[in-house]
């Protein structure tokens, strides 16, 4: 899953993002309303974490921007501010939910699985090929009637993966859609973590659902291996 946090308090911003990271998304992180609006524009994202009060565009203008061009990605929106005309106009100008600071992560976590459960953005709530089962929700997967425990960037790739069943995606994707698009260390760590992988869904199994396609990148087998 794919977060863009729009946040101008850098200390802020860099807690949510590890936060986030820790539980296995990829982050973006804009500074200012406007890089955020030209982020948003540019990338696919799951969920926009937007504060208020930010320089360039205000919070209210850049998710009303997003949806009048047909952008309906779910907006949680964070501010300093209180009180009913403000959650009020946070509404009115198309977010999904609303959160003050100061907030708990633990609230926050909560309240983006809440708003993955009921995006239409998020197809599904939970993917399987063949005996393999993974529910992104309850950060769960399963071999047959055997749980798998993954870490949470593990299920982060196994996740995309699966969504993407069936497909070839390249390591840029993989990257991009489970690290970020700024990531700018080895590309090779996602052979680690595809080795991770097959070690922990598909040996113990005698099975081989992740394919390397030579020269293209990962396949997820449909029918899991």
């Known amino acids: 899953m794919r977060v863009l946090v729009v946040e101008d308090e850098k200390r802020v911003a860099a807690a949510v993002r ?11 992180v804009a500074l200012t309303g406007t890089d955020g609006e030209w982020l948003a524009k540019e990338n696919k994202y799951d969920v926009i974490v937007l504060d208020i009060m930010l ?4 919070g209210y203008r850049l998710c009303a921007n997003l949806r009048e061009r047909g952008d309906w990605t779910p907006v949680l929106m964070l501010t300093a501010k ?3 005309l403000d959650e009020a106009e946070a509404l009115d100008t198309g977010a999904d939910d609303y959160l003050t600071k100061p907030f708990s992560f633990v609230v926050l976590i909560a309240r983006i699985r809440a708003l993955l459960r009921r995006s239409a953005t998020t197809p599904r709530m939970s993917y399987e090929a063949g005996d393999l089962y993974v529910d992104p929700n309850a950060h769960q997967c399963r071999r047959g009637d055997v749980e798998v425990a993954l870490t949470a960037r593990e299920f982060s790739v196994l996740e995309f ?19 970020d ?7 090779n760590i996602v052979e680690v973590y595809i080795r991770h992988l097959r070690v922990k869904i598909d040996e113990p ?4 659902s992740i394919q390397t396609i030579r020269g293209s990148g990962y396949r997820l087998a449909a029918n899991g291996g």
């Open 18 to 28: 590890r936060g986030l990271e820790a539980e296995g998304f990829a982050v973006d």
């Open 55 to 58: 320089p360039g565009i205000n």
């Open 82 to 84: 209180d009180g009913d």
């Open 161 to 179: 993966l699966i969504r993407r069943k069936g497909e070839v995606v390249s390591k840029a994707e993989i990257l991009e859609n489970v690290w």
């Open 181 to 187: 698009f700024a990531f700018e260390g080895d590309p």
């Open 205 to 208: 199994f005698d099975k081989a």
